[in-house]
């Protein structure tokens, strides 16, 4: 990355040195999946931690990053494809190119929430104490991965002239905008939400573990998630050019919204209307799993 600082003295300009960390020989490592991966391993590590503080087996959260790495991905792509299809069916070859860019958190969250209700069905577990310990680094892995798009060039804002303003190349830029080489980093924008996200999940956490605190029930820390981060996406995908389109809806805005609504009604479920989330009585068996 670049820094100009000939506008203004603390103001500067992002410039992306390319997507390839590097090659040797046909080997090729790309920013993209070098920042999934470190994403996943950091991902693993913490909701370990969480599980241990938690009482629970954490053998059960590695074993559910492998479902749900296997749910995430696949339904990450097929989701962007699908609404990019009239670009990919002249190129099909291009469906599989996942390490070009081009994957939807949307369908990350869909197909990583199926295949955790599976994993918890087949293992008799309460889905929302998993998702508890997996929505902390489900933010923390989406704020990493965000810079993939940096390293692309890709799902950046409209033209502007901030101080922090990214360059974009020129074979990047929508064709409406040709001319214009600076654009908002909307990447940046959600990185930093979602680590602010990834703060109040953790400070929830780990407040709701001292004595004399009240203590979170089962399924908040996924509801806040869940309404936290759409709340974010929801104005941030405002400023983009490259949003997924359903005829002149912005797809991301309306599942944002739906997202929201189901956060903020588990809440008022669980502390207004003061009632158990399904599947809370299938809590992990502390004696058991305990780690």
Known sequence: MTLDLTILPLAFRFTSPGPIVFQLGPITVRWYGLLI?????LGVTLSQYLAKRRHVNPDLLSDLSIWLIIGAIPFARLYYVIFQWAEYARNPGKIIAIWEGGIAIHGAIIGGTLAALIF????KVAFWQMADLV???LILGQAIGRWGNFFNSEAFGS??????KLYI?????????LNVE???PTFLYESIWDLGVFALLLTLFFRSLQQNKSKL???TLFLIYLAAYSLGRLWIEGLRTDSLMLGPLRIAQFISLIGIGLGILGLWWLYLKNRPLPDVVAAV???ENAG
């Open 217 to 219: 029930k089962v399924g």
């Open 37 to 41: 991966a470190t994403a996943v391993l």
């Open 169 to 177: 190349p020129r074979d990047r830029r929508p064709p409406d905008f």
């Open 135 to 137: 929505a902390p680094s």
């Open 159 to 164: 033209p502007t002239n901030l101080p922090w």
């Open 182 to 184: 600076y654009f908002h």
């Open 285 to 287: 068996d502390e004696t």
């Open 120 to 123: 918890c069905k087949l293992k």
